[in-house]
């Protein structure tokens, strides 16, 4: 009888102490900053353009370029050209919706709301040549880099 008594003691512990057990929950809020980036890959832009007798009697080289732009801003990005040699006295920029001229001091172009997927973006140069250009092939002369607004 005595070990009656203490399973039922046992059992009425263990009632209580499970009765007296609350569930616990938490709300936890986790947010993350993603900073803004973009840039710009030649996708079918020359490394090297070829000037001809041609070309010099004209005045200027027409060149055209093909670029993938990302970025994960979704107010758009900045394109930015710069000239690299003494090849060019200017340079027009021309697939942009109105052309854009530049020179050694170069230009920025900004390009609103842009998707959020990589852009293909065709261009074409007009490359205003300088007075004492000779025929020969030079390195393109022209540098362009995305940056996020």
């Known amino acids: ?5 203490l399973l039922l003691a046992l059992v009425a512990a263990l009632h209580f102490g499970t009765a007296g057990a609350e569930m616990a ?3 936890l809020l986790v947010s993350a900053y993603v900073a803004p980036k973009a840039s710009i890959e030649a996708a079918g832009a020359p490394d090297a353009v070829v ?7 004209l005045g200027y080289k027409d060149v055209s370029a093909t670029y993938l732009v990302s970025s994960n801003d ?11 040699d003494g ?10 919706g109105a052309p854009v001229e530049f020179d050694a001091f170069g230009a920025e172009v900004a390009q609103f709301g842009r998707p959020m997927h990589p852009v293909e973006l065709e ?3 007009r490359l205003y040549l ?12 022209v540098a362009v880099s995305a940056n996020p607004l």
């Open 1 to 5: 009888m005595r070990s009656g008594w």
């Open 25 to 27: 929950s938490a709300n």
């Open 51 to 57: 000037l001809t007798a041609a070309d010099l009697a």
């Open 74 to 84: 979704a107010h758009g990005y900045m394109l930015q050209f710069a000239a690299r």
């Open 87 to 96: 090849l060019t006295r200017a340079i027009e920029v021309r697939g942009l």
């Open 123 to 125: 261009l074409q140069y």
């Open 130 to 141: 300088t007075a004492d250009a000779r025929p020969g092939e030079y390195a393109i002369p």
